[in-house]
T-cell receptor, first 113, second 114 residues
């Protein structure tokens, strides 16, 4: 089955700096890659996703890039703010939808003042 | 209000005592899933359903059962809970589309099996 590795497990940045979280996947048939944000004590929420026919997608301060050849995708957060502090999860799916997802183990992002 | 609800939110039980965690969504979503979340392991999918009467195993289905008799409900059943099933459980639903496939999570159920 699919295996998703996520790095780093923790990341601390200063407010205003950029943060990058990287994931690799094992199944070349994977074609849908969402990112979720989970604040402390809350449920995960989708923040951005990308499909395999697209190399990059951007939404305000967040962007995701996908390299199908290398089988890795990354989340980029620019101009980080304290409210960006959370755990971020990447995931991959071979179904093209959120029906069957394999998640990474998460990255705890801390944005310091 | 569009939402996914789970009950109970907290449950402490003993080994072997059958339990059911309910999940309901009011968004007419076709897809529903159950996940468990454990420290250091992230979210792991237990079962998913792509429609009524259509369910399939996720990555960690052992010890769990599900059913999808109605579109809105997707209960998770633990026939004989064991301590290694102590975890935080999330139900989720989504409506597949060409664009963003937003999956909505329920508030979570924290289960402790003694």
């Amino acid at each position: 089955g699919e295996n998703v590795e996520q790095h780093p497990s923790t990341l601390s940045v200063q407010e205003g700096d950029s943060a990058v979280i990287k994931c690799t996947y094992s199944d070349s048939a994977s074609n849908y890659f969402p990112w979720y944000k989970q604040e402390l004590g809350k449920r995960p929420q989708l923040i951005i996703d990308i499909r395999s026919n697209v190399g990059e997608k951007k939404d305000q301060r967040i962007a995701v890039t996908l390299n199908k050849t290398a089988k890795h995708f990354s989340l980029h957060i620019t101009e980080t703010q304290p409210e960006d502090s959370a755990v971020y999860f990447c995931a991959a799916s071979i179904s093209g939808t959120a029906s069957k997802l394999t998640f990474g183990t998460g990255t705890r992002l801390q944005v310091t003042l | 209000e569009a939402q996914v609800t789970q009950n109970p939110r907290y449950l402490i039980t003993v080994t072997g005592k059958k339990l059911t965690v309910t999940c309901s969504q009011n968004m007419n979503h076709e897809y529903m899933s159950w996940y468990r979340q454990d420290p250091g392991l992230g979210l792991r999918q237990i079962y998913y359903s792509m429609n009524v009467e259509v369910t399939d195993k996720g990555d960690v289905p052992e010890g769990y059962k599900v059913s999808r008799k109605e579109k809105r409900n997707f209960p998770l059943i633990l026939e004989s809970p064991s301590p290694n099933q102590t975890s935080l459980y999330f139900c989720a639903s989504s409506l597949p589309g060409v664009g963003t496939d937003t999956q909505y999570f329920g508030p979570g159920t924290r289960l402790t099996v003694l």
